[in-house]
Nanobody, 116 residues
Framework: QVQLVESGGALVQPGGSLRLSCTTS????????MNWVRQAPGKGPEWVSI????????GYADSVKGRFTISVDRANNTLYLEMNSLKPEDTALYYC?????????WGKGTLVTVSS
């Protein structure tokens, strides 16, 4: 059974940092592109970042470029999102999403709240 489980969300002050993790199981992690997608309260989903296999090329939404970094630990089947210089507008439920010629499997999300 394919599973994606996010963790690391928290309440953080503006300007702070967090690292989100997504542990995966049930599929060959190293063969798939992986995404982070977020959904702010009352808004639709927003794509945040992608990491591609092979080569681990990355991409970011303009709203997070230069502040967020996506990475993987393929030995431990884990996806990460390092978030720095957080802003109130980064407040959202963050989802780890597998990419199989389309976003086909989603985790349940982890909540990030940026507020003073």
């Amino acid at each position: 059974q394919v599973q994606l489980v996010e963790s690391g969300g928290a309440l953080v002050q503006p300007g702070g940092s967090l690292r989100l993790s997504c542990t995966t199981s049930g599929f060959t992690f190293g063969y798939f592109w992986m995404n982070w997608v977020r959904q702010a309260p009352g808004k639709g989903p927003e794509w945040v970042s992608i990491i591609k296999f092979p080569g681990d090329n990355t991409g970011y939404a303009d709203s997070v470029k230069g502040r967020f970094t996506i990475s993987v630990d393929r030995a431990n089947n884990t996806l990460y999102l390092e978030m720095n210089s957080l802003k109130p507008e980064d407040t959202a439920l963050y989802y780890c999403v597998r990419d199989n010629y389309g976003m086909d499997v989603w985790g349940k999300g982890t909540l990030v709240t940026v507020s003073s």
